[in-house]
């Protein structure tokens, strides 16, 4: 399945959400594609919108490649697998934390334009993103909402691996996930605009459904 744009992909998860209209939800999207996806679901929820930053911790050298991913109040999940394997050393970890835990506080300020995040305690927690390749910072988000309170969380995405899929299902409530296909490279094989989305954008569609403050 091959997804035209990220309006498309949201509208498409949005009805496949549809058992959710009318319930307590805030959609919490991970920056900056996600946000698009989630406005679209949030719409047609009916729901507000807000960001949730998780970021990816890049091993020595291989900056792409995720060692793990770090929250916004620094909860962490660790591939301990290739942490050993790549012989990555405990100081080097704990400094990507906070280098990673201070990038999210900046892009959470700016992006809330400085207000708090929206309270999920007892709510339905809906996340979103444009697409899972590893699953690392999507387990992290989890991790952190989880200490929240919600009354539920479900992932919603339009394209993850089969394999990340199942592993999630272990970890919330419910996953929405439209295709599952392999083998998997990129998530943006399967898009046929995959432009990057600035932060003028992502301010611009949370404020649009931000909801009552």
Known sequence: MVFKNREEAGRLLAKAL?????????????????????????????CPLDVIIPRKLGAPL???????????????????????SMGVSQQYIERKIKEEVAEIRRRASLYRSGREMIPIKDKIAIL????????????????????????????AV?????????????????????????????????YEEFE?????????LLSARRGPT
Do not use: H, W
């Open 128 to 155: 979103v993103d444009d697409g899972l390749a590893t699953g690392a910072t999507m387990k992290a988000a989890i991790s952190y909402i989880k200490r929240l309170g919600p009354k539920a969380i479900v992932v």
């Open 62 to 84: 291989q900056p792409e490649l995720a060692i793990g991913a770090v929250a916004e109040d620094g909860t962490t999940v660790l591939n301990e697998d290739l942490i050993e």
């Open 158 to 190: 339009p394209v993850a691996p089969p394999d990340v899929v199942r592993s999630l299902r272990r970890e919330v409530d419910k996953v929405v996930c439209l295709s599952t296909p392999e083998p998997f490279f990129a998530i943006g094989q399967f």
């Open 18 to 46: 549809k058992d959710y209209k009318g319930y307590d939800c805030v959609v919490l999207a991970i920056p900056r594609g996600g946000v698009v996806v989630g406005y679209y679901v949030a719409e047609e929820l009916g």
């Open 196 to 204: 990057q989305v600035e932060d003028e954008e992502v301010i611009r």
